[in-house]
């Protein structure tokens, strides 16, 4: 039996990130091969992560970045199955490394492909299962790119938003954060009326039209009342018609005006659970 030290089991934990009886059963196993000991974690990874698979992972971290730029933004979020662990300092980092991954990835799946270390981020995750013994999976992706983008975190990494700007002027850096935050706080559904479902829009109407009924209203009236509702509804779920938090004399877009000829043209929210 090779003997094993401790400065080879602290170089394969810095290597891998496992634990330190993780990393010394691992060499022992593998006669001090580093190479074997490696993949010895990563097999150990996959079992974990096959007997957790259908494990619930709604703690975890969301992170919002951009580029140096400002004119792209991602929002992820890592998921996994405690609070715990989705507070750890090695976790959030590991959720921050990959959204600079994801900055130069066009989707979920090209991100999962990504090289991480010399292991797709796919096969990191499943390392990291392994060495967390919790599933780890990569939960959420939204990718927006504007002449402006700026980004916000809220609740210690429970909710994470972007927002593009039609430019980039005097205040946008301010702006942009202001209207994340808003999106994070009220969860719009839509950025605009356009951009809300037509289901959603048809299921109000009816909603209306019955609470109308209910109230005794005649029927000829019902189409006209409805559409007020609706307008209403707009208000409260479109991030652009909603009243600003920070200001509910005026609508989100009336203060993205307050600094120049700006609209909001995009954003991006995710959250655990």
Same mark, same amino acid.
């Given at each position: 039996m090779a003997k094993i030290t401790a400065a080879e089991v602290n170089k394969l934990r810095k290597i891998t990130g496992a634990g330190m009886m993780d990393c010394k059963n691992a060499l022992v196993e593998s006669e001090g091969n580093f190479d074997l000991a490696i993949e010895i974690l990563r097999k150990k990874g996959q079992k974990v992560a096959a007997k957790r698979a259908d494990r619930d992972s709604s703690e975890g971290a969301a992170i /919002? +970045?951009?580029n140096n730029d400002k004119t792209s933004g991602v929002v992820i979020v890592l998921g996994c199955e405690t609070d715990f662990v989705g507070k750890n300092d090695n976790f959030v980092n590991l959720a921050n490394e990959l959204a600079k991954i994801a900055l130069n990835s066009a989707s979920k799946e090209e991100l999962l492909n990504a090289d991480f270390g010399g292991l797709t981020v796919a096969e990191k995750l499943i390392e990291q299962t392994g060495v967390i013994g919790e599933k780890i999976e990569l939960s959420s992706f939204e990718k927006i790119d504007a002449p402006f983008v700026g980004s916000y975190i809220h609740g210690g990494n429970k909710i994470a938003t972007i927002v593009g700007l039609s /430019?980039?002027?005097? &205040? $946008?850096? =301010?702006v942009a954060k202001d209207v994340a935050m808003q999106a994070a706080a009220m969860n719009p559904i839509a950025l605009n009326e356009e951009g809300v479902d037509a289901s959603i829009i048809e299921k109000e109407i009816e909603i209306a039209k019955d609470q109308l009924r209910q109230e005794g209203k005649p029927e000829a009236m019902l189409d006209k009342i409805a559409q007020g509702k609706i307008k209403r509804f707009f208000k409260d779920n479109t991030l652009v018609n909603q $009243?600003? +938090? @920070?200001?509910?004399? #005026? *609508? =989100?877009? #009336?203060? =993205? @005006? *307050? +600094? &120049?000829?700006?609209? =909001?043209v995009s954003y991006s929210r995710v959250a655990l659970g």
């Open positions: /919002a +970045i951009v /430019a980039n002027i005097d &205040g $946008a850096d =301010v $009243a600003f +938090i @920070k200001d509910s004399k #005026q *609508t =989100v877009a #009336q203060y =993205v @005006k *307050t +600094i &120049g000829d700006l609209e =909001v």
